[in-house]
């Protein structure tokens, strides 16, 4: 018996004399024959065996031999097919042979055969791709080469991932085996027969391409850092959503010639795995790859026969369904979840490219109108909005959370927010049915995320509060203690709550002022000053807060109109003012402040805030304790310090004092913050200084002033001269400095700190 060594120098003397013979039907019959029995000698693993003849010219002989034996032609020569099977099974997996391979260009040889067969492909085409049993062969073994020269091993999978191989199989496997193509025509077996037994084994290897290609697929997607790997391109998405129509009814019942489950459960199964893989592709290349995203937006709007990847995608997660013949099936239970998971995928595929910022306009505009009028996009979601509006739990809660952070995703344009809520879309009265304690709390935050795009209009502000948007959530407890797990829809309610009542007077007094006709004895005010308190999530504390600062400026600034009459207006605005001049509020503009060292902005807000809330009756009083008064240590937070950092000569702050500690009190952070001005009351250690707006400055310090004048705080001539002392020769210098600096702002900083030092003398 001739040994391994021997027949892979035989192989390569066949493969020498082939140009030399004009008639190589009898030669590459010898090389079939070669190639068989060494492939047999090579399963059984023998390390040594192998790694000797990685070492022989063998690796140049199997690659010279596959691109012979596609000469001039896309697909072999049907008298060469079998000889390349045999030869491509010649080399097991170790290391030496891969690197062998990979240096004599057989993968990449591999690569080239299934482009060929690749290239045959017919995309319209709904049934299977039309192969024999020799090619179905022929491609399962290459890519079985493939996942061998590649698995574990590095360079070899670099290589074939940058000739896109991965691109070549999944197309190949997809034309291969459609899912549910099985159960159609004349590509169903017959059983009973020597043709059906034929049919059922092309099916079997159909399967077996299918599962070996997403076995490579995932062997390539690894790293070892756990970070994504591209691929794919945009253009593998019309191969994918093929398989997305398997799945949408109406179905075919498994023909008679199945007698039996088992003789069809196997292909229902592939199916089902295939769907999973290729909806997971979906979602992952929306997520990662942004060429994607672009396509399939651009592709469904300049589709002139209305069939794109994302109308199948579409499609699909609107009318896709369970096949009835899963029924009474043992894994019945477990596909459906599957299946459900696969929808979600899709799902979510779907919103990441509404969700990008290059598509909004893409897909909101209609192409074939010439005045911007909404897409077939924009109209799907809102017919899955209107026709499942009331299905607030279970039913197809899917469509509606899809459709609802679609439109708000697409809403982040003023322009499509205002066309949303007015004619002839005119949407309020549909969220506003939805906004009910019993919807499903997945539904209440796409609604909620889409109407807090919608109030970002200034333009829609009053619609939104004359729909009732802010009473019903007020009933809809979306801010009551039932939502704490989910702190994105609390977050989204306290903004849609923000927005309304930024410059809008209407909503302010909605919002501050408790509903005669609704049980709650609280105000929506209340509420969302309660959900701040209990939360431990800094940002829900502060926009919370943020909506106080809202409506009190809305209140307090007399030229914002208003829909009442003037003497009820003026009657519910003294009312609300009142109720908002309490220590509650005012404390929770003084935490704002005490929490936001980083964001000066909202300093100012905190800081405005409270300077109109002490012009309100004993308003001088509540604001002085707010800023004095110790701050609760809230979750995450450092050590308070002590209430009053060191000193320097002057009542300057020292430069020992942590810019990074948390203040004890507010009025702590507002010292603070006017010592940090990009005029230097005195150098610092670290020769520089933190600039400040000049706003922020200005209004910290009219706050202060105004608290120290006569007649603001009453009856509390103590803590007035406390406030006196603590900020005095600290104006003093500061008003002096200014003097030294030029320009506009600086001259009225410096006027008006000299009016703010006179009222602390």
């Known amino acids: 018996m001739n040994s391994p060594l021997y027949k892979a120098s035989e192989l390569g003397n066949l493969r020498a004399k082939l140009p030399l013979n004009p008639s190589q039907d009898e030669q590459w019959n010898d090389i079939e024959a070669t190639a068989r029995s060494l492939a047999n000698d090579l399963r059984v693993k023998d390390v040594e065996q192998q790694t000797a003849l990685a070492k022989t010219l063998l690796p140049q002989t199997l690659s010279g031999l596959l691109k012979a034996a596609t000469a001039g032609t896309p697909t072999p020569d049907p008298k060469r097919k079998m000889a390349i099977s045999e030869s491509s099974s010649c080399f097991r997996r170790t290391d030496e042979g891969r690197a062998s391979l990979l240096e004599a260009g057989f993968p990449q040889a591999v690569v080239s055969l299934l482009e060929g067969y690749s290239d045959t492909i017919k995309l319209n085409e709904t049934g299977p791709m039309e192969l024999s049993m020799l090619d179905l062969l022929i491609v399962k073994t290459a890519i079985g080469v493939l996942l061998n020269s590649s698995l574990g091993y590095e360079p ?3 290589r074939l991932i940058s000739l896109e191989a991965a691109m ?3 197309k190949l496997s997809i034309a291969i085996y459609p899912p549910g193509s099985w159960l159609k025509g004349s590509y169903t077996p017959l059983e009973g027969n020597d043709e059906s037994a034929a049919v059922k084994a092309t099916w079997d290897l159909r399967s077996n391409v299918t599962s070996w290609t997403w076995s490579v697929i995932s062997e390539w997607e690894d790293t070892e850092d756990n970070e994504p790997r591209p691929l794919f391109t945009a253009d593998i998405l019309p191969h994918l959503s093929r398989t997305l129509q398997a799945f949408v009814p109406p179905y075919p019942s498994p023909p008679p010639s199945f007698p039996t489950t088992d003789s069809w459960k196997a292909y229902a199964k592939v199916d089902l795995d295939v769907i999973e893989e290729v909806s997971g592709q979906l979602e992952s290349l929306a997520l990662d790859v942004e060429e994607v995203k672009l396509a399939l937006s651009r592709e469904y709007v300049s589709s002139t026969d209305g069939d794109s990847v994302l109308s199948r995608m579409l499609t699909f997660v609107e009318h896709g369904d369970y096949p009835p013949y899963w029924s009474g099936l043992e894994e019945e239970d477990a596909w459906r979840k599957g299946f459900d998971r696969c929808k979600a995928a899709v799902i979510k595929a779907v919103v990441e490219v509404a969700g990008d910022d290059k598509n909004i306009d893409v897909l909101w505009d209609d192409p074939k109108s010439q005045d911007t009028q909404p897409s077939e996009f924009v109209h799907t979601m809102i017919r899955w909005i209107r026709a499942h509006k009331y299905m607030r739990t279970g039913g197809r809660d899917d469509l509606l959370v899809c459709a609802l952070v679609n439109l708000g995703n697409l809403c982040r344009r003023e322009a499509h927010s205002i066309a949303i809520v007015n004619a002839p879309i005119a949407l309020l009265p549909d969220f506003v049915s939805m906004l009910e304690p019993e919807t499903d709390l997945k539904i209440m935050h796409g609604l909620l995320g ?15 509060g004359r729909a009732g948007v802010l009473r019903k959530l007020l009933t809809s407890q979306s801010i009551h203690s039932r939502t704490d797990a989910v702190e994105h829809l609390q ?8 927005h309304l009542c930024s410059s809008n007077v209407d909503n302010s007094l909605i919002v501050c002022l408790p509903d005669t006709s609704a049980s709650d004895e609280k105000s929506l005010l209340d509420r969302v000053l309660d959900l701040g308190q209990r939360s431990n999530v800094v940002a829900i504390k502060s926009e919370s807060t943020r909506v106080a600062v809202n409506i009190i400026k809305s209140l307090w600034t007399v030229d914002i109109a208003s829909s009442e009459d003037p003497e009820t207006f003026q009657q519910k605005r003294d009312v609300a003012r009142r109720a908002l001049v309490t220590p509650h509020c005012a404390a929770a503009l003084a935490q704002l402040i005490g929490r936001s060292r980083k964001y000066p902005m909202l300093v100012n807000e905190g800081v405005v805030a409270l300077t109109l809330l002490s012009t309100g009756d004993n308003g001088g009083a509540i604001a002085l304790d707010a800023l004095m008064n110790p701050l609760p240590v809230e979750v995450g ?10 000193m320097s000569a002057g009542g300057i702050l020292s430069d020992a004092w942590p810019t990074t500690s948390e203040p004890q009190r507010a009025f702590d952070m507002l010292v603070s913050f006017i010592h940090n001005v990009p005029f230097k009351f005195q150098p610092t250690a670290h020769g520089g200084s933190t600039g400040l ?13 105004h608290l120290g004048r006569k007649g603001v705080v009453i009856n509390r001539e103590r803590d007035v001269e406390n406030l006196k002392e603590s900020t005095k020769d600290l104006l003093e210098v500061l008003a002096r400095d200014t003097s030294t600096e030029g320009g506009e702002n600086n001259r009225s900083m410096k006027k008006m700190l000299g009016d703010i030092s006179e009222s602390l003398t």
Request: glycine share 4%; hydrophobic share 40%; aromatic share 0%.
């Open 491 to 498: 977050l989204s309610a306290i903004g849609l709550v923000k």
């Open 693 to 705: 707006p000049t706003e922020v400055r200005a209004n910290i310090c009219s706050l202060l002033g």
């Open 156 to 158: 070899v999978k670099t």
């Open 168 to 170: 070549t199989i999944l």
């Open 637 to 646: 937070s450092n050590n308070r310090q002590p209430s009053l950092p060191p």
């Open 450 to 464: 889409l109407l807090k795009h919608l109030a970002t209009a200034p333009a829609n502000r009053t619609p939104i």
